[in-house]
């Protein structure tokens, strides 16, 4: 019995790490498409922005997600706009400062950093091969202690005192 216990053992050990192997070039996969996408909706994102100065109207309050807005304004041809826009730190009421236009013409946020796409392509990826090795890791221990259970002398028997016989 101890020789088919050892031979399912290694069978289990094989089979998860022929598993946790096949991760590594899933989570390449997925990290580069991840990257790919990311990348290219932030560069098409990115080349809709224009960058003004605009000058800061009124005192910035912390508006939504604990950020400094303000109303701002900025010359637009022969007219002048007005908006809320994210305003820096250390800044006041007539402070110039970069403001980011969406096509249409309203405050966005700035453009996304260049490794934006890269570190999301290597979260995913990293992400998910955590995940297989964890499930992987997860397995092996049930199966072991599933086997070590089944091994034990007293599995199955009753406990001492009591009879089969009543």
Known sequence: MERVFRR??????????LIALLAIPLALAAGTAVYTDTATRIRADDASKTAVAATILDDPVIGAGHHRQAQVSWPDGDRTRTGLAAV????????????????????????????????????????????????????????????????????GARSPGFSSAL
């Open 8 to 17: 399912d053992a290694a069978s289990v050990v094989l089979i998860a790490a």
């Open 88 to 155: 820096p730190n250390f800044v006041g009421r007539g402070a110039r400062i970069q403001v980011w236009l969406n096509p249409d013409g309203s405050p966005t946020d700035p453009p996304a950093p260049p490794d934006a796409a890269v570190l999301q392509g290597i979260g995913t990826g990293l992400g998910l091969a955590a995940a297989v090795w964890a499930i992987v890791a997860i397995g092996v221990a049930y199966v072991r202690h599933a086997r070590e259970r089944h091994r034990e002398p007293w599995f």
